[in-house]
């Protein structure tokens, strides 16, 4: 299961969750107590690009 982040609309706390990503759970501040949180996109979740950074896009560059 993947680790999602949330983020408090109410006091800014952010928090790391793990749940599968079709959920549609609620979840409460650790901090105030509020259930009014915003789920984040991080870089991780959302993949990150690999133009001009020299990586071989296909994963088989290199293999005899």
């Not at 999602?4 to 969750?17: A, H, L």
């Not at 133009?51 to 088989?60: M, R, V």
């Amino acid at each position: 299961m993947p680790i999602f982040e949330y983020k408090c609309n109410k006091c800014g706390q952010k928090t790391e969750f793990l749940e599968k990503s079709s959920s549609k759970s609620k979840h409460v501040c650790e901090k105030c107590g509020s259930s009014d949180m915003q789920r984040l996109f991080s870089a991780f979740s959302v993949g990150q690009s690999s133009q001009g950074s020299g990586s071989c896009p296909t994963g088989t560059c290199g293999l005899s």
